[in-house]
C-alpha cells in the first residue's frame, strides 16, 4: 500500500514557475509508476507527467511538454513535478497518482491518489 500527499500548489502569475511535491509512503514506492494529474472545475482529468520506477523513463502530455519535468528521489519517496512558463490554462487541482505496472495516461488505471494541491495562474 502507498499514501501520497501532495504539496506546493498556490497562485503564480503567467510565465513564473512552480514545483509540488508527492510525498509516498510505502518500502515499495520505487517500483511504481507515478503519474501527476490534473483536473479543472467541469473537465476532464489529464495526464500530466509520469515516471517509471526503476530506470526513472519519463512520459508528458502535449500540453506540457517542453515546460513541465517529473523527477523523483527514491532515497525520499518524493516525486516531483517542476512546472515552468505557466500559463492559465495549466490552473487546476493536480493530483499525484501511483499503479503498479507499465505506463498509463488513464487516470481510472490508477489505484492510489493523493488529496490533491490546488495550482492557479493568473492572467
Known amino acids: 500500500q502507498v499514501q501520497l500527499v501532495e504539496s506546493g500548489g498556490g497562485l503564480v502569475q503567467t510565465g513564473g514557475s512552480l514545483r509540488l511535491s508527492c510525498a509516498a509512503s510505502?518500502?515499495?514506492?520505487?517500483?511504481?509508476?507515478m503519474a501527476w494529474f490534473r483536473q479543472a472545475p467541469g473537465k476532464e482529468r489529464e495526464f500530466v507527467a509520469g515516471i517509471t520506477g526503476s530506470r526513472f523513463f519519463t512520459l508528458y502530455g502535449d500540453s506540457v511538454k517542453g515546460r513541465f519535468f517529473i523527477a523523483r528521489d527514491a532515497a525520499k519517496n518524493t516525486v516531483y513535478l517542476q512546472m515552468n512558463s505557466l500559463k492559465p490554462e495549466d490552473t487546476a487541482i493536480y493530483y499525484c497518482?501511483?499503479?503498479?505496472?507499465?505506463?498509463?495516461?488513464?487516470?481510472?488505471?490508477?489505484?492510489?491518489w493523493g488529496q490533491g494541491t490546488q495550482v492557479t495562474v493568473s492572467s
Open positions: 497518482a501511483a499503479r503498479i505496472g507499465d505506463s498509463s495516461r488513464a487516470p481510472e488505471q490508477y489505484i492510489y
Open positions: 510505502g518500502r515499495t514506492f520505487s517500483s511504481y509508476f
